[in-house]
Nanobody
Framework: QVKLEESGGEMVQSGGSLRLTCATSGRNFNNYAGGWFRQAPGKEREFVATISWSGASTYYADSVKGRFSITRDNDKNVMFLQMNNLAPEDTAVYLC???????????????????WGQGTQVTVSS
């Protein structure tokens, strides 16, 4: 199975940019579709973006479309989330996820992913 670890979260000002990294180990990441979710205090885990195993297909939540970009490098077993024009409402713990037996595309629910990282905190100040 695959193990996931996020990094890159920090505090930034509104309008700033961050790139999150999801480093994977264990089974080759190219067997898995990948996803990013986020969770703010007291709120449900929210879908952000997903990418197919090859990287050819991506899908975004409307709230981040045009600002965030999900990519992957299967040779290095990593996945990225580039976040631009950040706003205070983007403040959350960001989690990466992986799944090797998707039932549908795009997967937008947290229960469609079996493997999760611990999360990295992103805080956007106004």
């Amino acid at each position: 199975q695959v193990k996931l670890e996020e990094s890159g979260g920090e505090m930034v000002q509104s309008g700033g940019s961050l790139r999150l990294t999801c480093a994977t180990s264990g089974r080759n990441f190219n067997n898995y579709a990948g996803g990013w979710f986020r969770q703010a205090p007291g709120k449900e885990r929210e879908f952000v973006a997903t990418i197919s195993w090859s990287g050819a297909s991506t899908y975004y939540a409307d709230s981040v479309k045009g600002r965030f970009s999900i990519t992957r490098d299967n040779d290095k077993n990593v996945m990225f989330l580039q976040m631009n024009n950040l706003a205070p409402e983007d403040t959350a713990v960001y989690l990466c996820a992986a799944e090797d037996s998707l039932q549908r595309w795009p997967p937008k629910r947290a229960d469609e992913f079996h493997y999760w990282g611990q999360g990295t905190q992103v805080t956007v100040s106004s």
